[in-house]
């Protein structure tokens, strides 16, 4: 987990929700399905050094681990609410 973290927070990857919309041939009708979609932000630290460098890089780390557990919690539920509402409408 510590390593999932830390090439997260190396990259500057942040993994957001994205919603697509497919057609579905075996009810007639077009779904919504969500996925995860990653995305590189540009890392702005303004520190010359020391502790305050140290907390900032972090923090970011933290909240891009955050970002993502959140993001794929989300991208969970929903499928899950498109995959029962499939099941009772088709």
């Known amino acids: 987990m510590l390593s999932v973290f830390i090439s997260f927070g190396l990259c500057g990857c942040i993994m957001t929700p994205k919603k697509t ?3 579905d041939y ?3 009708e077009t779904r919504v399905k969500l996925e995860l979609n990653k995305e590189q932000k540009q890392l702005a630290l303004g520190c010359n050094g020391g502790h305050t460098c140290l907390t ?5 780390f933290a909240a891009g681990a955050v970002v ?3 993001s794929g919690s989300i991208v969970l539920i929903g499928n899950s609410i498109n995959w029962v509402e499939k099941k009772v409408t088709c």
Do not use: A, E
């Open 21 to 23: 919309t497919y057609y």
């Open 26 to 28: 075996q009810c007639g």
């Open 56 to 60: 900032q890089i972090v923090f970011l």
């Open 68 to 70: 993502s557990i959140v």
